[in-house]
């Protein structure tokens, strides 16, 4: 029986390949065979992991995008998403759809239902020739399994680690193509500025370009040095 999900779980607006920058190499080399994968799908398996922040949900929902765009249906399932009726049932039939992707997936390891679940969703979308995507935050040589058939399906899964950018010109990369796909261009003064004033964090940064999208609009200026120091000395209007 396929259980359908009451509740549609939207896609964030910057959650693209294109906004998608990496460092090492050797991640670059995975994240090509993932998109090959989606593009020319065999029943290919990923599980992504790292820390909180390093951009699996990012990749998740990019592929659920790239995927739609295609013409093609997809599922995405953020288990730490605590409002949603996620039950093992809910994994029954997925395998019908050319992309599922489960994020932040390491709660239902240990539980049996929900690792016969699993199990089954892996073998028969490879069966279907699908794609799916696991994340979590932990690599999968650290769970505690609690049954052989999860065990044995984890065979065919490319694991993945993802890491923080730690170089400023990719994190000056990233916010740049974030801000193309927001409508304006970030020069590389007002990047190095935003990280000398607040961090080298990715997410804090984007949490900061966004509210300088914002402001563009309302003053409909360009996002030069001097309008960012403006804007962003100004004091908080609070209502």
Same mark, same amino acid.
């Given at each position: 029986m396929f259980v359908q999900l009451p509740l549609k779980i939207g896609l964030r607006d910057d959650?693209?390949?294109?906004?998608?920058?990496?460092? *090492?190499?050797?991640?670059?080399?995975?994240? $090509?065979?993932?998109?090959?994968?989606?593009?020319?799908?065999?029943?290919?398996?990923?599980?992504?992991?790292?820390?909180?922040?390093?951009g699996k949900t990012h990749l998740l929902q990019a592929s659920c995008r790239f995927i739609t765009e295609q013409g093609q249906a997809s599922v995405y399932l953020p288990f730490e998403d605590h409002s949603l009726p996620l039950i093992p049932d809910v994994l029954t039939g997925l395998e019908?759809?050319?992309?599922?992707?489960?994020?932040?997936?390491?709660?239902?390891?240990?539980?049996? *239902?929900?690792?016969?679940a699993l199990a089954n969703l892996i073998t028969k979308s490879s069966v279907q020739g699908?794609?799916?995507?696991?994340?979590?935050?932990?690599?999968?040589?650290?769970?505690?399994?609690?049954?052989?058939?999860?065990?044995?399906?984890?065979?065919?899964?490319?694991?993945?680690?993802?890491?923080?950018?730690?170089? *400023?010109?990719?994190i000056i990369l990233a916010l740049q193509r974030h801000s193309k796909r927001l409508g304006f261009e970030l020069p $590389?003064?007002?990047?190095?500025?935003?990280?000398?004033?607040?961090?080298?964090?990715?997410?804090?940064?984007?949490?900061?370009? *966004?509210?300088?999208?914002?402001?563009?609009l309302v003053e409909k200026r360009r996002l030069t040095l001097p309008f960012v120091k403006e804007t962003l000395n100004k004091p908080l209007n609070i209502l």
């Amino acid at each position: 029986m396929f259980v359908q999900l009451p509740l549609k779980i939207g896609l964030r607006d910057d959650a693209c390949f294109e906004t998608f920058v990496t460092e *090492k190499e050797s991640l670059a080399l995975a994240f $090509n065979g993932l998109q090959s994968a989606l593009t020319q799908p065999g029943g290919s398996a990923f599980y992504l992991y790292g820390e909180t922040g390093v951009g699996k949900t990012h990749l998740l929902q990019a592929s659920c995008r790239f995927i739609t765009e295609q013409g093609q249906a997809s599922v995405y399932l953020p288990f730490e998403d605590h409002s949603l009726p996620l039950i093992p049932d809910v994994l029954t039939g997925l395998e019908q759809m050319p992309l599922v992707c489960l994020d932040d997936m390491n709660g239902m390891i240990g539980q049996a *239902k929900w690792e016969v679940a699993l199990a089954n969703l892996i073998t028969k979308s490879s069966v279907q020739g699908h794609t799916l995507i696991l994340t979590g935050a932990v690599p999968m040589n650290d769970w505690d399994i609690a049954t052989t058939d999860l065990a044995k399906s984890l065979m065919t899964v490319l694991p993945i680690e993802m890491q923080a950018l730690v170089e *400023k010109e990719e994190i000056i990369l990233a916010l740049q193509r974030h801000s193309k796909r927001l409508g304006f261009e970030l020069p $590389n003064d007002v990047g190095n500025y935003l990280i000398k004033q607040f961090s080298m964090d990715l997410q804090e940064l984007l949490a900061v370009l *966004k509210l300088l999208e914002q402001a563009t609009l309302v003053e409909k200026r360009r996002l030069t040095l001097p309008f960012v120091k403006e804007t962003l000395n100004k004091p908080l209007n609070i209502l």
